[in-house]
């Protein structure tokens, strides 16, 4: 228990007992309360742990009278303002509604004073209760009351229209209503006592969006008063954002502007592009360059870095679109892009001024967009003409066309006002070349211009309708402009991919007439070959080169007459080359690719002999020649294995067009230099496997000459095959190898017991019916008599072959 200390004080005398004293005793007293609050907190902890394991598992069980005592309080799953602004809310859409109804429903059945009075307190009581309301601190009961009220205010102006101008022009009432609306509630949201609400302000400006655009439809004014409407709304939005601070203003404001401005330029963009004279174009410009007003009017204000490039490039996409919509209607037929482009380009004019940044940076985002889009409308021009020519592969040398557009409109249609189109990418091309200097941007844009010029130049041809040899002679010099300054490191990748992006349209092109063809070919193949003297360029120009090479060797073979497989041994030359250019390139990113190739026309030359035995055999023998010169090099070797192959297949080819049937004359030329090379292996290897040097070769001839064996009716196989299998068995034995000794002995025992299988089963039939299972028996019982024994020969002989090599 505490102990109370009593004090006395007396007039004139110290504390009874002194102050220090006092402290130590009160010091006491609080340890002893907290040793007995941390008590207690351990038993309701114990305690409360004890309930919680006492309650059932079920939550639907009623038979145990304990309940769960919660450890924490349930968290409010609402704050509280949240609760009442909720509340107000409901409430002030409730009180709307029956306002509405009583106006629709029961307004019939009072007079007009009696309407007037109601409709005139209800409002006014609306509208005046958020004074006292504010002054007491209810903020949102205010916000919700006055919401109520500006929504009296239009059903006070819809009762007022039924009543007085039942027959007035729907759409004048609306804006003059809205109009009214939106200066009552302007006044309203002004005012001192009220100015705190938040609503009125916004709801003012939602007004405001349709006085202009409602007295437009009731006058009947057009699309192009319509159109003004929501652009002068537009600017009264972006004006109000501009002007104003306050965030419930301004939020609202640049949805209208933006919202207002989209539909405005929509509808201008229309009227500009389907207007048919010069009048109209000019009146639909005039509506594009408000729109542009506004867009740039808002950009030179704006503080926010972002928003003003996007509305100055905005800005300055109108002002192209009005320039080039009365360009349109003024210049013939065919001039539309250039007219819009040129506007585009007039647009960089600005980078040299002194206004802002971001206005100067729109302007230039914006003559991009446009320049982009006149080359986007100058695709199809590219596309036949580089793609047009793959048509004459169907129909080759049918004789040449009349003219370079007929060279390429093979299969596809030529699109209309080429030249005009064509002057887009050419202007294109002069800009980058000649206005972009930043040191970022140049490189980049020097080889834009360097595409656009080749691509212009490749579809001259067909645009002007230049002879077909002229078109030949242009497209060749495109080409090989573009191959020079790959090889003077003038761009070096994009002017290589140009140079043989524009050999391949090249080549087709010449397809229609056989001295075209040859002519192109050769140049071709003489050009990338003499390029592959640049290190730099050897890993495409020098496969390259070969491709057309081939193509050149098959059509000097179809020029001459030649029959393909005559042809296939001139095909072969190309292989021979790659054999011979390969170990001249540097390095390996160059070398395979030359290899590749020169593997694949050794292919198509193996295909174009195919149907002639005798020829194909002489091509297999050929191309075995070309694999075994590559082999010869150190980091070649295993090309070996693949001359092999081929010498191989052309033995047996050989061998197919003389009409040869014996098996060992296919297998005997695979198993002797199989043979000699794993007497090579072993000598140069004492300890590699018998198997590996020479399992491939003796299995080669071996097992053919059985399967044969067993299916020939002449004795002179099988006796040959014995022999050679017992020679072999011995000299396994001899020289202790296994290959040799398991191949021969297994090959010489089955070989033995067809031969002498006719004897057996005629034995067999000589004999009563009881002596094979008798002699089996016998067998069988001799076995198990010396099964140990046999067990230990057979480790014997596995023994015996484990020690062969």
Known sequence: MSRHVTRTTLPGMTHVPPPAEELRFLDAELRQLDARRAQLLHRRAWLVAALQAAVPASPTSRTSPVRQVPLDPPRPEATAPGVQNLLLLLGG????????????????????????LVLGAVTAAALGAPVPLLRRGLRSTAESVAGLGLALTVLDAYAVQQVAFAGADTAAYTAIAS????????????????????????????????????????????????????????????????????RSVRVPAVVGAYGMGTWGVLAAGWLSWGAAGPSAAARAA???????????????????????????????????????????????????????????????????????????????????????????CALPLFAV????????????????????????????????????????????????????????????????????????????????????????LLQGAATGAALAAAAFHLLPTTTTALALGGSVPLAFLSLPSQTATLVVLSVLTAALAAASARPHLAPLTAPASLVYGTALACATGAAAGWQTQHTALLVLVVPLSAALLAPRLAGPHARVPVEVTGAVAGLLAIGLAITVPPVLALVLALCGVIAAGTAVRPDRRPVGYAA?????????????????????????????PALCVGAWRRHRDPRASSWTAYGAGLAATLLASLVAAWHDPHWTRPLLLGAAALLLTLLGARHRLQAPLVLGGSVLVLDTLHELAPYLV???????????????????????????????????????LGRMS
Not at 94 to 115: E, K, P
Not at 329 to 335: D, E, F, I, N
Not at 766 to 789: D, F, I, K, M, S
Request: hydrophobic share 55%; charged share 10%.
């Open 93 to 116: 859409v409730l009180l709307t509604l029956a306002a509405a109804v009583f106006t629709l429903v029961s307004w019939g059945d009072m007079g007009i004073a009696g309407r007037a």
């Open 179 to 246: 109009a009214l609306l939106a200066a009552l509630w302007t006044v309203y949201g002004l005012l001192p006592r009220v100015s705190g609400l938040r609503l009125p302000l916004p709801a003012a400006l939602a007004a405001a969006q349709l006085p202009l655009l409602c007295w437009a439809i009731s006058v009947s004014a057009g699309s192009y008063m319509i159109t003004a409407a929501l652009l002068l709304t537009a600017g009264f939005d972006t004006v109000v954002a501009l002007r104003v601070t306050a």
């Open 286 to 376: 005039a509506l594009l360059l408000l729109a542009a007003a506004i867009a740039l009017g808002a950009a030179w204000r704006l503080p926010n870095p972002a928003l003003p490039t996007g509305n100055a490039l905005a800005g300055c996409l109108l002002l192209v679109a009005a320039g080039g919509g009365v360009l349109r209607v003024t210049l013939p037929g065919g001039w539309t892009v250039p007219g819009y482009l040129a506007c585009g380009v007039a647009l960089l004019a600005t980078v040299r001024t002194r206004l802002p940044e971001h206005l100067r940076q729109g302007a230039v985002q914006a003559s991009g967009t446009v320049q982009a889009a006149a080359v986007t």
């Open 762 to 800: 005629q034995m067999t039939g000589a004999l009563p019916r009881w002596v094979p299972p008798a002699l089996a028996g016998l067998l069988l019982l001799a076995l198990g008599a010396t099964y140990e024994q046999r067990i230990r020969d057979v480790r014997r002989v596995r023994e015996v």
């Open 385 to 472: 003409a580089l793609l047009g020519p793959l048509g004459w592969a169907a129909q080759p040398w049918s004789g040449a066309p009349s003219d370079g557009r007929a060279a390429v409109t093979v299969h596809t249609p030529w699109p209309p006002y080429p030249w005009q189109l064509l002057l887009g990418p050419l202007a294109v091309a002069a800009v980058l070349a000649f206005l972009v200097r930043d040191e970022t941007r140049r490189p980049w844009a020097v080889t834009g211009s360097a595409c656009l010029a080749w691509a212009t130049v490749m579809t001259v041809p067909a645009t002007f309708q230049l002879p077909y040899a002229a078109a030949l």
């Open 644 to 672: 092999a192959v081929l010498f191989v297949l052309a033995s047996w080819v050989r061998l197919a067009s003389w009409d040869v049937g014996t098996v060992e004359a296919y297998t005997l030329p695979v198993t002797v």
